[in-house]
């Protein structure tokens, strides 16, 4: 079965952080470009930040660039979400894709496969 499997959320007080993991089964993680997508209650769905599928290249949207770092570990099939100085406008359902494209794909649906999701509360 392929599936990709998000863990780490929970509830942070504003300032705190957060790790998310993306672990891959059943296909392999590093032929893909992997993105971290993320979407609050009557929100649209806003990509976060992409990583190539060997992690040489990343992007960041602009509300999250210098707080939050994404990664992988293609040894280990899983993609990280380093999440710091976290805000409450960060509150969100937080998805990871993976994309069998190169470069670092922007839209959601040029993304293959796509996890459940984690729920990232931000509040004191």
């Known amino acids: 079965q392929l599936q990709l499997v998000e863990s780490g959320g929970g509830l942070v007080q504003p300032g705190g952080s957060l790790r998310l993991s993306c672990a891959a089964s059943?296909?392999?993680?590093?032929?893909?470009?992997v993105g971290w997508f993320r979407q609050a209650p009557g929100k649209e769905r806003e990509r976060v930040s992409s990583i190539s599928n060997s992690g040489s290249r990343t992007n960041y949207a602009d509300s999250v660039r210098g707080r939050f770092t994404i990664s992988r570990d293609n040894a280990k099939n899983t993609a990280y979400l380093e999440m710091n100085s976290l805000k409450p406008e960060d509150t969100a359902v937080y998805y990871c894709?993976?994309?069998?494209?190169?470069?670092?794909?922007?839209?959601?649906?040029?993304?293959?496969?796509w996890g459940q999701g984690t729920q990232v509360t931000v509040s004191s």
């Open positions: 059943g296909f392999t993680l590093g032929y893909y470009a």
């Open positions: 894709a993976a994309a069998a494209v190169g470069g670092l794909p922007n839209a959601g649906y040029v993304y293959d496969y």
